[in-house]
């Protein structure tokens, strides 16, 4: 269900360029829902199992969608808008499992499916580079000044604060995901 989850993630982002001005995911053969394109041997493979042999928290990832923004008509909004389109399709995916769930056949994998996609986006949604929230919350400012120093230095410390995010901030993402899902399975007065 990850992998499946991760590939519409990806194909999204690439099928949004594509509505945007971008042909390059499918000149690269991205556009489709194989995960053999999509997945990486470290980020899909290697890194989750030492992960879940070491016991801690799993994550993983998937080779980019690659896009040119010099392709795309506005590029802030556009980037913005090729960034955004993961993340809502995992919010589509999850509000679309939890109405079936909720409604028509209460299958637990079902469940899974919900989770990992709220898990992605959340996740996703946070601003740090290389995440997709990056790009959205970077095109909401200026950029110049200030938020152009802050936004380079988010990008050449990237895997420094992503790591800490994991490791200390973990427990409130989890928390959003927690309280998304709740909202999303009824629990919560929807």
Sequence with gaps: ???FSVVIHEV???YMAERLGDNTARLAGRLTLNPIKHLDPVGSFLVPAVLAYLGGVVFGWARPVPYNPRNL????RDEALVAAAGPISNIIISVAFALIYRNILDVSLFVIIIQINLSLAVFNLIPIPPLDGSKI???????RGLFLEI???????WFIILLLIIFLGLDFV???????????MGEMGL
Aim: charged content about 15%; proline content about 3%; hydrophobic content about 55%.
């Design 1 to 3: 269900m990850l992998i």
């Design 151 to 157: 936004r380079n230095a988010l990008e050449g410390q």
């Design 137 to 143: 919350f970077f095109a909401l400012l200026p950029q």
């Design 174 to 184: 989890s928390w959003v995901i927690f309280m998304v899902y709740r909202l999303l």
């Design 12 to 14: 999204s982002h690439g």
């Design 73 to 76: 008509r506005n590029l802030r």
